[in-house]
């Protein structure tokens, strides 16, 4: 969801609204009052009908109703509301960073505010407080999200985020958890990482080397490592040529535009038509095929190999099981209520690669660009790593464990460059009230993580980059703490906590350890661009480039 969407409903609707005015009032002023008003009077009709819908909103239909059936409840208190237009509700005050808008709001209207995007009532949480009631004490009312029509089509109604909570998001959940990404798992993908990080490392002194400055453009580099490792897991390969990792990277950032900008029937369910006139269904539809037909060509190359090992009794060596063979092979029908079949591997694959590749590798840009911002900190970080791998040119898992510097250096990229500030939304799927305040049943939730994360009351100086606030702190992002939610918290909290750290604590102490960094042509490292793109997701505007001059080792 960008600006972009409400932007779009709403001039797609007032303008034809404006251009019946033009019409009639050129013809007012003409002083052919009456006969324009025997010539327009379906389009006036249709005018006030409209101005009808509009100006009264669902609350306040309700609240109407209730008071022709007699039983206006008067002490329904609901949070606090910023004012709102008519038909498009609270979207104008979004602007082009929501996260920041939200925050302003918040800042004025508490931390429990009440919006209206387009026809949703949104409940925007923006306090650590706040958080704990949502994510902890009613966790079973919030655990559920908002239906997204276009996302359920891209991920064949099959996926684990977008699923409302109930027993199929159980039952997937504990897949995900128990046998795909629990810490057992992730362990055994550590030889997989290690060789991904040696190709990242390589990567770089390719890169360095044939430039005259040692230039290397990080945020492409680091994309394709986290992708690696994500693919490496979940299908077992990755993609080496070109043309196939561009397709899967541009199937990914359509079906993300799609499924959030552009659908007008999220935020105002009767224009759900608009989709069929401004060409968006359509859109989806053909996005829909050519990604059915890239995943099925995936999931096909795994049911041959399972038949040709059935046949030759060939095994995977010392290779772990990737998600897509462990779950062709879950025999899940007996025991279970689902079934699972081949759609299921392929919104599983999404999912993956949609939660797992962005995210972290977002989270490792900002916090090379962090450091190299604050070369005091780069220089604190760079010690601890080479006096912790003595000299040895790859960093492993084991020597990692031994650096609590660099661990506090990526939880504090986490709390300050969160890649999705206001995390997925949830929404409830019973009446409850929190803090005094009635929050009906199918309100949309958002937590603003990173409102949360820059607390002033719960964080000293919270906009400045400092790790060492997180050195012996117990702080941490598993959930409990409701200043820290990176990974968000309870049931819906992310599954892929262990998988999302190992790559980013392995790729960056190798970053580290390897390499000397500065920035581009002896710039001063106070000029690096840390502006944000716009949205919902948030990267680095510009990509990171840095110089990157290769160490010295002596064996
Ligand atoms: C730095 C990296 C990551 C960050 C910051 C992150 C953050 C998040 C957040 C904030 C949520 C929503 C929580 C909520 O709704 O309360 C989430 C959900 C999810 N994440 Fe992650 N994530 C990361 C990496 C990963 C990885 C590596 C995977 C998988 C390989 C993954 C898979 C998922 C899935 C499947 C969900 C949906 C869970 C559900 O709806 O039940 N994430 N993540």
Request: aromatic share 8%; charged share 25%; net charge neutral.
């Amino acid at each position: 969801m960008q600006n972009n969407s409400h932007q779009l409903s709403y001039i797609v609707f007032s303008t034809m609204v404006s251009n019946a005015l033009q019409k009639i009032w050129v013809e007012m002023q003409q002083e052919k009052i009456y006969s324009c008003m025997q010539q327009h009077w379906l389009s006036l009709l249709l005018f006030l009908l409209f101005i009808l819908i509009v100006a009264i909103d669902k609350p306040r239909i309700i609240k109407i109703i209730n008071l022709i059936r007699g039983n206006n409840n008067k002490s329904i208190n609901l949070p606090p509301s910023p004012f709102k237009l008519p038909f498009i509700g609270n979207f104008h005050q979004l602007g082009s960073s929501p996260h920041r808008s939200l925050r302003a709001l918040s800042l004025n209207h508490g931390p429990l505010m009440l919006l209206h995007l387009g026809q949703v009532p949104t409940l925007v949480v923006s306090s650590p407080d706040a958080a704990r009631e949502v994510l902890k004490t009613h966790d079973h009312i919030f655990s559920s999200r908002p239906n997204s029509k276009i996302g359920n089509k891209f991920t064949y109604g099959k996926s684990l985020a977008f699923a409302p909570y109930g027993e199929y998001w159980r039952q997937i959940r504990k897949i995900y958890v128990l046998r795909l990404l629990n810490s057992i798992t992730v362990r055994s993908f550590r030889a997989m990482r290690e060789e991904e990080t040696a190709c990242l490392i390589e990567t770089i002194e390719r890169s360095s080397s044939s430039s005259v400055d040692n230039l290397v453009d990080l945020t492409e580099i680091l994309f394709m490592y986290v992708n690696g490792i994500v693919c490496r897991a979940t299908i077992g390969r990755k993609f080496s040529d070109e043309r196939e990792f561009k397709r899967l990277r541009k199937m990914l950032d359509d079906m993300s535009h799609l499924s959030t900008i552009s659908d007008v029937g999220n935020w105002i369910p009767w224009l759900s038509w608009v989709n069929y006139i401004n060409g968006v269904n359509a859109m989806v539809e053909k996005k829909f095929e050519e990604g059915n037909e890239f995943l099925e060509s995936i999931v096909e190359e795994h049911m041959e190999k399972k038949k040709k090992k059935k046949y030759d009794g060939e095994t995977n060596g010392d290779e772990a099981e990737n998600f897509v063979d462990v779950l062709l092979g879950l025999d899940y029908t007996d025991k279970h209520h689902i079934q699972l079949g081949r759609d299921h591997v392929k919104a599983l694959i999404l999912d993956m690669f949609a939660g797992g590749t962005e995210t972290t590798h977002t989270v490792l840009t900002w916090a090379m660009a962090e450091l190299v911002r604050q070369p005091n900190i780069m220089n604190r970080a760079q010690e601890e790593v080479r006096a912790i791998s003595k000299g040895k040119q790859i960093v492993t898992e084991d020597d990692i464990e031994k650096m609590p510097y660099l661990h506090a250096v990526i939880k504090e990229t986490l709390r300050l460059r969160p890649s999705g500030p206001l995390m997925v939304p949830h929404e409830s799927t019973e009446h409850v009230k929190i803090h005094g305040y009635d929050i009906p049943a199918k309100t949309t939730v958002i937590v603003n993580m990173w409102a949360i994360c820059r607390d002033p009351t719960a964080w000293v100086e919270p906009e400045k980059f400092d790790p060492d606030r997180f050195m012996d702190s117990k702080v941490d992002f598993k959930g409990q703490d409701f200043e820290y939610i990176p990974f968000g918290a309870g049931r819906r909290g992310c599954p892929g906590i262990a998988f999302a750290i190992a790559s980013l604590e392995l790729g960056l102490a190798n970053l580290l350890n390897r390499f000397d960094w500065a920035m581009p042509f002896g710039m001063d490292p106070g000029e690096l661009d840390m502006g944000e793109t716009s949205g919902l997701t948030v990267h680095k505007k510009e990509n990171l480039v840095l110089a990157a001059v290769p160490r010295q080792f002596d064996n």
